[in-house]
């Protein structure tokens, strides 16, 4: 059968299980709505809560990430598993002690004031809009692939999808389909990674194949490496073709530092992902729960340097130096979507590097390679660079790469790549919209109750009827399917990178809010106001700046990117908050008591 039709078959099974489960768990009241009635045992939480976690960022970007970026992707692993570790010791159970249904519902109360809980209701509506915006990116590339139609025609399947269970059965139904689909995606994700790893290096855990050496059967389908470590390899072939060696970093070490603890504390102020810990009977299971989500998202993410890799060592071993005509089928499938291009230049050729050669024009090869100047010979303003087989070139374009692939494809056509059966590149389309889905369901439901929950009936209606409450909680997940479906049509970047932009605007937001609201009863709510209000701004006025207006890396203040921007707010914010509360009028008692009682996570 063809990849199209097991993707029909594969993506139907998986799609038809979501919705099952959705109308077999279907809300019936606000608290099975916002928090599942508290009844979610910790390892199916600690499952859902992996789902929830390992986004489109996580399953299709991130090691399309780290194929190109080499040592420097590792920061969104360190990050993003760092931040679990955060998660776990300091927010986890002092929240599920706190016991209330929603983060802003906690600022509110902590901070004695309808104006931090409004401010905050408006961060995490901000936070998780531009979170979703990536997910559903996301979900629109996998279905212009494999289902074969427009990348926003995607976009709009999917905002169907995730309106049904998400606007039906709440958190209790979520919960469930969070289950079912991390089953979905760590599988996809795996299958093709044990089957690479045995052809390339004969080791069948993915994890070990990345540290070992080619086997003769991987030289053979490679053409060359056999002995070689898959590392020393991709070393040699980046350098070949004018990169820089794929274990060398990149990124100065200042914006690799900020942008790793940005996504670090980002974990740990994620409104979706705190929310999670609101489920589980019991105070000792919300720090359970956060175990078990690590175990579950370590599986992934020790498995996606490997992807990377592989993927990566294919991806330039199979396309260079190939005539068009003759290009994998993998690179015409992929450029029907317009996420892979080829544009064929025209060069000059130069035998010696000093003297101008005959005049080729376009030879229909596709060339992936790196500008390499050399600074002796340039007549007429022409740049002089290595081919991909070691023939000096002149090119009047002086970048003389001529294929363009998007990042977010490599671990959706890694199989391709590989020549593997079509079911299993159908697997990985099915993990993709998993992954996607079950995050973009969890934001939904973040920014239902925010708006619901929040500010209906925390601000605007406070007698508002559990049946009103619960109508408007549905309400507010239709709309903001439709509004993330529009980000998702016109996103801010690649999808880890706008998830990255997400997890420094909840840095530099909740997390100081969140740390000094549990430990430091002097805390004020003058000083959570104006802590969160100017750390979010600076930071999202940072992001904005220098992602659309000026988009120069030379402009970055210390050389620190958007992504790593968060870390700074962060600070700002910290320092904000401390010297405000310091300035203001004490909390009263009642509230320094329940700080007091929060503060030892044991049961009530």
């Not at 608290?31 to 499952?47: D, L, R, W």
């Not at 489920?279 to 599986?299: C, E, H, M, Q």
Request: net charge positive; proline share 4%.
């Amino acid at each position: 059968m063809s990849i199209l039709t097991w993707t029909w078959i594969i993506v139907g099974l998986s799609f038809a299980l979501y919705i099952g489960i959705a109308i077999w768990s279907k809300a019936s009241s606000t608290g099975e709505f916002y928090v599942a009635e508290k009844q979610v045992h910790p390892i199916a939480n600690g499952m859902a809560t992996a789902a929830d976690w390992m986004s489109a960022a996580s399953f299709i970007s991130m090691a399309g990430l780290i194929s190109f970026m080499g040592r420097d992707g590792s920061m969104y692993l360190m990050g993003w598993t760092g931040g679990y570790v955060l998660l776990a010791l300091l927010l986890a159970p002092y929240l599920r002690k706190y016991g209330k249904y929603t983060v802003p519902q906690f600022v509110g109360d902590r901070y004695y004031s309808n104006t931090a809980r409004v401010v905050a209701l408006l961060s995490a509506i901000f936070v998780s809009f531009t979170y979703v915006a990536g997910q559903m990116r996301g979900v629109g590339i996998v279905f212009s692939r494999f289902l074969e139609v427009s990348i926003n025609t995607g976009v709009i399947i999917g905002m169907c999808i995730v309106f049904f269970y998400a606007v039906l059965g709440g958190m209790k139904g979520i919960t469930y389909t969070q289950v079912a689909q991390y089953c979905v995606l760590i599988i996809a994700y795996l299958i093709p990674a044990i089957f690479i790893s045995i052809m390339l290096t004969g080791n069948p855990i993915p994890m070990l194949g990345y540290g070992s050496t080619v086997s003769a059967g991987g030289a053979q389908i490679l053409g060359q490496g056999q002995g070689m470590y898959i590392l020393d390899l991709l070393d040699k072939i980046h350098t070949d073709l004018g990169f820089k060696a794929y274990t060398a970093g990149q990124k100065p070490l200042i914006d690799l530092f900020c942008t790793t603890f940005a996504l670090m504390v980002g974990t740990a102020g994620l409104p979706h992902v705190i929310i999670r810990f609101f489920t589980v009977p019991k105070v000792r299971d919300a720090r359970s729960s956060a175990g078990w989500a690590l175990l579950f998202i370590a599986i992934l993410y020790t498995t996606a340097p490997a992807v990377a890799a592989f993927a990566r060592t294919n991806f330039l071993l199979t396309i260079n130096g190939k005539k068009y005509e003759e290009a994998p089928s993998w690179f015409k499938n992929w450029e029907k979507t317009k996420l892979v291009g080829f544009k064929d230049k025209a060069i000059y050729k130069t035998a010696d590097g000093k003297t101008i050669g005959v005049f080729k024009g376009k030879d229909g090869s596709l060339k992936y390679l790196e500008k390499k100047e050399e600074k002796p010979f340039n007549p007429e303003g022409m740049t002089l660079v290595k081919d991909f087989d070691g023939v000096m070139t002149i090119s009047k374009d002086p970048q003389v790469n001529e294929v363009d692939v998007d990042r977010d494809i490599m671990v959706l056509a890694n199989p391709e790549i590989a020549k593997l059966p079509a079911w299993v590149v159908a697997l990985v389309a099915a993990g993709g919209l998993a992954a996607a889905l079950s995050t973009a369901a969890g934001l939904l439901l973040v920014i239902s109750a925010a708006i619901s929950h929040d500010l209906i009936k925390g601000v605007i209606s406070p007698n508002i009827s559990e049946k009103g409450e619960l109508v408007w909680a549905r309400i507010a997940a239709g709309l903001a399917v439709i509004i993330s479906g529009y980000f998702g049509i016109n996103p801010p970047g690649f999808v880890a990178q706008v998830v990255a932009f997400a997890f420094g605007l909840a840095a530099s937001s909740f997390f100081p809010l969140i740390i000094l609201g549990i430990f430091w009863k002097r805390a004020t709510k003058e000083g959570a106001i104006a802590g969160m209000l100017v750390g979010i701004i600076f930071t999202a006025w940072y992001i904005i700046y220098f992602r659309f207006v000026n988009t120069d890396p030379k402009g970055w203040w210390f050389g620190i990117s958007p992504e790593g921007i968060g870390t700074i707010g962060m600070i700002i914010n910290f320092v904000v908050m401390w010297v405000v509360s310091l300035m203001t009028p004490p909390p009263p008692k009642e509230i320094q008591d329940m700080v007091e009682n929060v503060r030892y996570p044991r049961e009530a």
